[in-house]
Each structure stands twice: as C-alpha cells, then as structure tokens.
C-alpha cells in the first residue's frame, strides 16, 4: 500500500479489517448461503448475491470474491466501487461507520455518512415467449440452407430443440430467429439474420449483416413492450438446453449458426454459442459450471479465448480446439467451425 501513504492517518489495515459483511449490509440485502455469506456484486451487473464477504479472522483481512466475475477485493475497495468515490473518500467513510481514525482527531462534529440507497439491479425485460412459439417455423432462410446439407428430419429437430423461428422483416420474408433462452427458460432476446440460400452461390449460408439485428428494441418501438424496456442478452445461445442434458459433453462456439451447423454434424454434443466474441465473460459461462466443454474458436479469436479461458477453469474443464487455424484456407481469416462442416458436406 505504498502508493497510499499520503493517506497515512488513516489506518487502512484497521479500515481493511472492519466485519465485511456489516459493511455491505449498508449498502445491500446480506443473505446466508450454506456457510457463507452473500451481497449483489458491484463490479458486474449481478442480480443474484454472487459475491462472497469474508470478515477478518485472526491472521487475514477481510475481503470479498464474487464467483460470477471473478473480482477479489477489500473492504475500501468495495465501498470505491459503490460510491464511485476516491481512496480517501472511502476511507473516511470507513473510518465513520466504525469509528476508526488512526492517528488524526476525529472530525467534529461528526456528521451522519451519507450512503448510497442500495443499487438493486433493475430486473430486465423479457421477450414474451408467446413470442417465439408464434414464429416457430422451419421455413426460415438459414434452415432452408442447412436442408441442402443435412436431413430435414434433423434440421426439424434442431429448430424444434432451439426454438427457431421465421420473420417477415419487409426486407426478407424469410429472416431466421434465433432466441437467446436461458437457464430458467426467460427469452432474454432474439436474434434476426437472413442466411443464403442457393448452395451453388458464394454466399451460401453467410448471413446478410446488414439486416442483422435484436428484436427486442423493434417490440418497444411497435409499443409490444414497454418504452423503458431493458435487455440482458448476456447468455448463452443453447442455454436452455444444458439442464435437459446434464451428462452431454458441451461444445462452446461463437455464433448461432456455428453451434446448429456443428450439432446438425456432431449431435452427440450439446453445442451451444456465445454470440459474440466480447460474451466470453465469466458470468456468461458460469452457466457451464462443472461441464466437459469443447472449444471451437473462430479462427481469428483462438488466440484471445484461449488466454480467457485459462482464467477460467474453476467454472468448468475448457479444451480449446486449434482445428480452425489448421484447416483454414490462407485467405480466409475468419474461418469458423460451420465453413469447415459446409465444405466437407457439400464436398
Ligand atoms: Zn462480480
């Protein structure tokens, strides 16, 4: 701590070993899980009590870890984090909750801290199922291209199992919806792409980026949801799926097409998508907790997933695959997992 004696008359061990759980009860609900004690986290967007407070023993300061984020953090920290405030603002208020002022007088009068009200994450806005089950369809863009690869009893299947569905957006009568379900079955958003068709062209199975795009802010703007909507698109493409699954080993991809192209190939694995490459995120793929999971990064990011999951093998076993940068033609340096499937199927 060093780099904070300017602070010197505050004692910050003293302030870094106050109970942590009474101090995070000034800012949240507390609760007891098993032995532990639990708060929402302030570093991530935590709707459930993820973070785990631990008061200081007789060796140890106190100190906090929330196991969605991984954050490890003390008591200073946390309030800098609530408040939004300095060291030093922390410290003081420290210092006022219990009284702690090293060697400086305590300021008089002593005025009553000013806490933040607890921030409870709004909860977010989700898409009416009813929703999807009023577009389920294999008639969409993206399964009519995989009939061309696979047998459309399984392409049913898929669709069935994914909740795939089919839009008119005005631009393409045959858009492909792809809903992101999580665990607890709440659709947290979906996803709209219109895909190639005709095997014989270029653009076979690539989807249109211009007419890529959530539906959830499109339901607010035609008033089927409220105007203050919020959406939490964090989580998987597939989530749904892992509870009807428990002992199928997981292959984890990037994009939607890639995890329907890879179980329409390999339907012993449950495949599921982060979506994005910035979703590999801790608190995305907690969901996975305790898994077999295969990695199939596009071959641009293999790189940086690998370095991510690294940090991550508490959540679950995480095998990265270097197949994409093996076998990708030198020309194409986002080659994905599906682009190897489709050229050995129509091959
Ligand atoms: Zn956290």
């Known amino acids: 701590m060093k780099a904070f004696d300017h602070y010197a008359h505050y004692d910050t061990a003293r302030l870094n070993a106050v109970p942590f759980t009474t101090l995070a009860s000034h800012y949240s609900t507390v609760v007891k899980r098993g032995s532990a004690q639990f708060t929402l986290c302030p570093w991530h967007d935590d709707k459930h009590p993820s973070l785990a407070l631990y008061n200081d023993g007789a060796n140890r300061r106190s100190h906090c870890h929330c196991f969605a984020c991984g954050k490890t953090a003390s008591p200073i920290d946390f309030v800098m984090q609530h408040e939004g405030c300095s060291f030093q603002q922390a410290c003081d208020i420290i210092g006022r909750l219990f009284g702690i002022w090293g060697d400086a007088p305590a300021p008089s009068p002593v005025r009553r801290v000013q806490l933040v009200e607890p921030s409870v994450a709004k909860e977010p806005t989700y898409i009416p199922m009813d929703y ?14 995989l009939r061309h690869l696979f047998d459309f009893a399984l392409v049913q299947h898929l669709a069935e199992e994914y909740r795939l569905g089919c839009l008119d957006t005005g631009v393409h009568p045959d858009s ?34 211009r007419h890529c795009f959530w539906i959830g802010k499109q339901l607010v703007k035609q008033g089927l949801l409220p105007a203050d909507a919020e959406f939490d698109n964090e989580c998987l493409f597939g989530e749904h799926l ?79 695959s270097h197949l994409c940068e093996q076998v990708a033609p030198a020309d194409q340096p986002k080659y994905d997992i599906a682009d190897f499937i489709i050229s050995h199927q129509l091959a």
């Open 176 to 209: 492909v919806l792809f809903p992101n379900i999580d665990l607890q079955g709440r659709v947290r958003n979906v996803k709209v792409q219109h895909y190639g068709t005709d095997p014989a062209s270029p653009n076979f199975l690539k989807s249109d980026k």
């Open 242 to 320: 892992l509870p009807r699954y428990p002992m199928t080993p997981v292959i984890l991809v990037e994009s939607p097409k890639n995890a329907l192209v890879g179980a329409a190939a390999f339907p012993q694995f449950l495949w599921v998508a982060t979506g994005n490459k910035g979703m590999l995120k801790r608190n995305v793929l907690s969901t996975l907790r305790g898994r077999t999971v295969l990695v199939y990064p596009d071959r641009d990011a293999i790189e940086e997933w690998e370095e991510k999951l690294c940090h991550m093998q508490d959540i679950a076993s995480f095998r990265v």
């Open 132 to 145: 999807v089950e009023q577009h389920l369809s294999v008639d969409n863009s993206f399964c009519q291209g």
